[in-house]
Nanobody, 124 residues
Framework: QVQLAASGGGLVQAGGSLRLSCAAS????????TGWFRQAPGKEREFVAA????????FYADSVKGRFTISRDNTKSTVYLQMNNLKPEDTAVYYC?????????????????WGQGTQVTVSS
């Protein structure tokens, strides 16, 4: 089993920045990748970014490319999501998730482990 703890959300003005963290514990050696997803009220959960634990590969949704950066600290089993130039449309509950599978990073069904959500609110 793997446990994920997400943190770092908050309220920020448009154009501002936040950094989310996702700390993994348990059988972290079995993980293939960690991803971030978000869900706004009344909308489906959508892929934001993902990073592989076995290579340097990163993946981003088109809506966040150039603004968000995903990274990891292997020594802390922690993945970070640096969010810059935030927009009101980025407002959502952000979830981190982990997978032991190497298939589609953008498909939430591929992720077996989920952390609690952290609220990100961007005011205009």
């Amino acid at each position: 089993q793997v446990q994920l703890a997400a943190s770092g959300g908050g309220l920020v003005q448009a154009g501002g920045s936040l950094r989310l963290s996702c700390a993994a514990s348990g059988r972290t050696g079995s993980l293939y990748a960690t991803g971030w997803f978000r869900q706004a009220p009344g909308k489906e959960r959508e892929f934001v970014a993902a990073i592989s634990w076995i290579s340097d590969s990163t993946f981003y949704a088109d809506s966040v490319k150039g603004r968000f950066t995903i990274s990891r600290d292997n020594t802390k089993s922690t993945v970070y999501l640096q969010m810059n130039n935030l927009k009101p449309e980025d407002t959502a509950v952000y979830y981190c998730a982990a997978t032991v599978s190497g298939s589609s990073y953008a498909n939430p069904m591929n992720y077996a482990y989920w952390g609690q959500g952290t609220q990100v609110t961007v005011s205009s």
